[in-house]
């Protein structure tokens, strides 16, 4: 089969840098599996590969539409295995990188993806109930209607608690049972970096701090000007924090202690999904990774 090497974990562990001497070292190319970075203008918040990186190795999905333009994770896994294919086809290693869980399980579990079209009309229904009653109620409206969903759904992205329920209503099956796994298209190997709990939390912090210093306030002003605030792209964590600041309901020390507390979150609920599959090889440096990647490929 053809191989595909897939280096994973959470927000800020390194994996970006991890990936980047790997290709460099394996003549490869990377597929971007983050669902942030596939949008224009969201640069720092999501932490995008620098220009410079860019150029040393060749980088795709990244940048491939605007913040109101709707992505799902069906033409992800299209895109990403159009993608994967075009690079083996070069004689090139492909590597898929990010820490979007999904969009990983969907390429390399060749992942049934419902393909309801999206219903503005719901969309709109479900968007005023949260701003209503909560984004709790809807996603307990989810659970009711499929109970699988709590285990699968991050039930504080309104972006996810809309589109599972609305794949429900739309085609009257759960959610859950609309994503089977097929026959699947490449060997992968997975590597994911596994770093002590108060490593991560601090890279975590300087990574926020750097965002910071960087200019993310002029980003967001920037998006909010071009862009409705409320589109769901912007529920990115450093972006709805940062334009309640911008309303004046926080301080900037306040936004940026937010942001660092809901950036943590995060990757914990990212390593709960990560640590579920037993076919991740973690790793705890370059040198690890570098020999299995070898051992793999030949």
């Known amino acids: 089969m053809k191989k595909l090497v897939v280096v994973l974990g959470p927000t800020a562990s390194g994996k970006t840098e991890l990936a980047l001497k790997l290709a460099k070292r394996f003549r490869g190319e990377v597929v971007s599996a983050d669902s942030r970075q596939i949008y224009r203008g969201m ?11 860019g150029e040393a190795v060749k980088h795709h999905l990244v940048d491939i539409k605007n913040p109101n333009q709707l992505y799902t994770v069906w033409q992800y896994k299209r895109d990403a295995v159009k993608k994967i294919n075009e690079i083996l086809t070069r004689g090139k290693t492909p590597l898929l990188v990010g820490g979007t869980g999904l969009y990983i399980k969907a390429v390399i579990d060749n992942l ?6 999206p219903d503005k009309k719901l969309r709109k229904l479900l968007e005023a109930k949260i701003k209503k009653s909560g984004l709790k109620s809807v996603y307990e409206e989810l659970v009711k ?6 285990y699968i ?7 996810r608690v809309i589109r599972a329920l609305e794949v429900a209503i739309k085609t009257k099956r759960p959610f859950s049972k609309q994503r089977k796994k097929g026959r699947p298209l490449f060997d992968s190997l997975q590597i994911g970096l596994n770093l002590k709990q108060n490593e991560l939390k601090d890279r975590i912090e300087e990574r926020v701090d750097n965002m910071v210093e960087a200019g993310l306030l002029k980003e967001v002003k920037g998006l909010v000007k071009l862009y409705d605030k409320n589109l769901p792209a912007f529920d990115a964590i450093g972006y709805r924090e940062t334009i309640d600041h911008l309303q004046g309901k926080s301080s900037l020390k306040r936004t940026a202690e937010e942001i660092k507390k809901n950036t943590w979150r995060f990757a914990k609920r990212q390593m709960t999904w990560f640590k579920r ?7 705890k440096n370059q040198k690890e990774a570098e020999k299995l990647v070898r051992s793999f490929l030949a």
């Not at 720092?44 to 620098?50: D, R, W």
Request: glycine share 2%; proline share 14%.
């Open 145 to 150: 209607v499929d109970p699988e969903a709590a």
């Open 277 to 283: 599959d037993k076919r991740i090889n973690w790793v």
């Open 112 to 117: 049934a993806i419902p393909r309801a079209k």
């Open 153 to 159: 759904v991050d039930p504080q992205n309104p972006r």
């Open 43 to 53: 640069n720092i918040g999501t932490a995008k590969p620098k220009k410079a990186e």
